[in-house]
């Protein structure tokens, strides 16, 4: 298939990258804001602005998939640049599946669990009530109603709403990583620093390892002609809540394990408005229905995998 993955030289994009080019014809796009990497091998690139609505058109109307990760991503990054991450994350999206509309292109997409605000139901699934918080929260939730109606009648639009990614990979020696709090925390362990729990620490989230949000990327575009013409929405996720507490503590024995000298420093929370709830549990069943999903990783594999990353 030709598949364009926009965003492709981040997190996310240059893994995906690396596990589908020798299957696929990949191009991708990327305008280097946020790049942990200049090229891959193997892979057409273009150094382009996704907001560049005539040149996307031209590229992708040749395409069999388009894969958008390009985005201004993560809570911190958007509320610093609010008006770039609607620029980005809402209008160069819309514009993005007005172009799937045109020429029946089918579309993956990430929204983020960001869009609900703070849950008001546990277990989470895709109907749960989105009432985004924060700039990042509204630039997915309009851009996931904008799919939602472009995409009726003309094309799959399989959006992902992603829990808390973890892990690391490497591409031509070097670490790829974003730093969320369980890879900032085995960064800060290997250095010999304390961990910083914010407290109460009971507070917990679910967290997915890269390999396995990746894999449920290939499974759907491994099925993507199994899918109507119509936006669906799945939850990716773990399934498994975990405490902060615990996380720490996993942490903490690993690095022990290894000789390195950290330890868990419970701390006043600066975070004023921080979900608290001590079980984020998140329902999982349609995308286990739909795709067979099932992460290879548990909380505790996870993160001795990331200690023995050899690079
Ligand atoms: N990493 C996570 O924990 C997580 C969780 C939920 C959802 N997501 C979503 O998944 C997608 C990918 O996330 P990621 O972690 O790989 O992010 P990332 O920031 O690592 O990668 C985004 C890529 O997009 C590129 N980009 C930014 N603006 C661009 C523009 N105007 N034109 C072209 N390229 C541009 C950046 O240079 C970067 O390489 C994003 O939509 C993000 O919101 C990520």
Redesign the pocket.
């Known amino acids: 298939m030709k598949i364009l993955i926009?965003?492709i030289?981040?997190?996310?994009?240059s893994r995906l990258a690396i596990l589908t080019r020798d299957k696929h014809e990949i191009t991708g796009?990327?305008?280097?804001?946020?790049?942990q990497i200049s090229k891959i091998d193997g892979i057409d690139l273009y150094n382009?602005?996704?907001?560049d609505h005539k040149k996307i058109e031209s590229i992708a109307s040749k395409l069999d998939l388009i894969v958008h990760?390009?985005?201004?991503?993560g809570v911190d990054t958007c509320k610093k640049n609010p008006l770039l991450a609607h620029d980005?994350n809402t209008l160069?999206t819309i514009n993005l599946a007005w172009i799937c509309r045109q020429n029946q292109i089918p579309l993956i997409f990430?929204t983020?669990m960001a869009m609900l605000g703070d849950p008001v139901k546990f277990p989470i699934d895709e109907k749960h009530p989105r009432k985004p918080k924060n700039i990042y929260g509204y630039t997915k939730y309009i851009a996931e109603q904008n799919i939602n109606l472009y995409a009726q009648n003309s094309f799959p639009a399989i959006m992902f709403m992603?829990s808390?990614?973890y892990g690391h990979h490497i591409i031509d020696g070097k670490l790829i990583l974003?730093n969320?709090v369980i890879n900032k925390f085995i960064g800060l362990a290997k250095n010999g620093k304390p961990l910083t729990v914010y407290s109460p620490g009971t507070q917990a989230r679910d967290f997915l390892h890269l390999e396995d949000t990746v894999r449920a990327y290939i499974d759907v575009i491994n099925k993507i002609n199994e899918f109507k013409n119509e936006a669906l929405t799945m939850t990716l996720a773990s399934g498994k809540s975990t405490q902060m507490n615990d996380i720490a503590e996993i942490i903490f024995n690993e690095a022990q394990k290894r000789g390195y000298k950290t330890k868990i420093n419970l701390i006043k929370n600066p975070r004023n408005n921080e979900t608290l709830t001590d079980n984020f549990k998140i329902n999982i069943s349609k995308i286990e229905e739909l795709i067979n999903f099932k992460p290879m990783f548990t909380i505790q594999s996870g993160i001795k995998e990331i200690f023995d990353l050899k690079y």
């Open positions: 926009t965003g030289l981040g997190y996310i994009g796009i990327d305008n280097g804001y946020a790049a382009l602005d996704i907001r990760l390009a985005a201004i991503s980005v160069a990430p983020s992603t808390n990614i974003k969320t």
